[in-house]
């Protein structure tokens, strides 16, 4: 058990400062109105003092999912308010929609926008290189968080997470799960950017994806409209609703989503990672009880090794009662400083909260701050 | 002759959307089928080109021989049920992947119908799934001879042949444990998903 003191503390304090200032440089909008911009402060704060919990009582996945679940409720009103906003249906839709320029469409079409890219090319309209914008942000959040993405900055995983943490114990203890299943999000990431090419459509998006609920869907006028909203709800209502509650387990995240494979694919090219340290672990099995989403098992438990799957939640982190598992920069817990002082500020952990942090704040940024503007604004008002 | 290059000119423009028609069938079967070697994967997808090839010969000479006869609703009925038996077909592979001890598995999977999976699934791909193929048929019922039809479908076939190569990239994946795994829960998804869309098809008549 760490002893806490003033000095750390100030240290905790320190690390807040710092991220709340990076955030202002990132993207504060300092030309937009009063009101937005108070709004932006209100979001800089709530992610700096998230920062400050983390560092503070050293209970990563705790504080971490407090933001998670914030960032995706915002998302939800955020959308569900400018649809009703554009005097329509919230849930419905009769107009044929584009599909979201979402991160989950887009991996599983892939090969789509890789055509699409080439037609632009040969065409030469430029304008059509948006999604080429949208590729180079990917990459510097690959690059900068990596696979962590889908456990601190996707505006949609909050669902899940939230739901898992409703009830305190999980209703059903016992079932045994087939490892193979965890393959199942690259089984579908593959074969839907397939027949999403084949098909010229991105077909997961249109049948699976759950998350649409955060949009509008088409009307069911069709068979084929009709028995695309039965299966989206029924994955919906199972993996982000039901499993997660009985559970208490990232069913979607974990088992579903082609963007979490892709995500674990391209992620490694990121150096952080969760790591077990062989002379700590009593191999009591408490972190594979508390990984949400599968991805620690008997056989990675006993070779001390995390699959590409692991999405840095720091679950297993706060379980641990050895603290065996840690964050690492490629395997290496970093001492950059002799000084303990300073060594609790500049170490793998800090690095990586830091960084993610950062980018789900600055994602966070996109639409929390309009709609903090807007309850803002109703409670002046009034 | 004249014919026979309209067909392969056919084959070679329209390729590409061959390649994306089977690849969610032959990808997923590809990288399933391990432990493999090479020789036997490239055989196997050497069996579902010659698969294609019968196909399109039957469907040659038929569509050439009956003319505007196979044309319409019946045409339109036998792809939406190829693309079910192709279905049934990679949900019954999946589950021999699966779970390759059940007695129903074994029973169903006897070594000689295993064997000419590959075949089988290209006969029915080279029927149901492909655009470029239904365009060649109409063609096909246009020209009006059984033997000309067939001619034209062969020249048509060695143009869209040459798409499939790019397949060859999966296999040196299969060796790879996970992606076994992975081609096989591909299998299962194929399965589902082609069902459903023969179903639709015939659905939404
Ligand atoms: S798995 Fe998908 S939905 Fe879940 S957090 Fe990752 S990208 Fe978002
Ligand atoms: S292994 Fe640990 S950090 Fe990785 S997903 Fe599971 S609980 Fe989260």
Known sequence: MEIKNNTDKLQSIIFAMALGVCQGLIGFPWSEELLLQVSHVLWILFVSVIGFLILDTNRISRWRSVFFVVLAVFFILHFKASLIGLGKNPFFSSDVQEVPYCHIAMASSFLNYLYQQYLAFQSGSWKLWGPLSLGVLWLAVTLSIGRAWCSWACFYGGIDDGISRVLPKPLVKKYTFNKTLRDLPAAILIFMTLVSLSAMLPIFCLWLCPLKITTAFLDTHSPTRLLQIILFSAIGISTLIVLPLILKKRFFCGLICPFGAWQSFFGRINPFRVAIAPDKCTQCGLCLKSCPTFVLNDDALKNHTISAYCNLCGECIDACPQNAMTYTLLGRPIHLFKSKCLTRLFNAKTFFVFSCLLVGGAVGGLFVPPRIAYFLEVVFKQ | ?205
């Open chain 2, 1 to 205: 002759m004249i014919l026979m290059a309209e067909g392969f000119i056919l084959g070679l423009s329209t390729g590409p959307y061959c390649l994306t028609a089977c690849a969610p069938l032959l990808a997923p079967y590809l990288m399933a089928d391990a432990p493999a070697s090479w020789k036997t994967q490239i055989r196997a997808l050497i069996e579902f080109v010659a698969g294609r090839l019968t196909a399109y010969v039957i469907f040659g000479l038929t569509a050439g021989f009956l003319g505007k006869n196979l044309s319409g609703p019946l045409s339109a009925k036998i792809i939406q049920s190829a693309l079910i038996v192709s279905g049934l077909l990679m949900l019954l592979y999946f589950f021999k992947k699966a779970s390759p001890h059940t007695s129903l598995c074994a029973a169903l999977w006897r070594p000689a119908w295993a064997k000419r999976f590959p075949f089988v699934l290209g006969c029915l791909v080279g029927i149901n799934i492909c655009p470029p193929f239904v365009a060649g048929l109409s063609r096909v019922i246009d020209i009006g001879s059984a033997g000309m039809g067939m001619l034209y479908f062969l020249a048509f076939f060695a143009g869209t042949t040459l798409y499939l190569m790019p397949l060859l990239i999966v296999l040196p994946l299969s060796v790879i444990k996970r992606a076994q795994t992975i081609g096989t829960l591909m299998c299962g998804l194929a399965g589902l998903w082609f069902i459903a869309k023969g179903l639709l098809g015939f659905f939404s008549r």
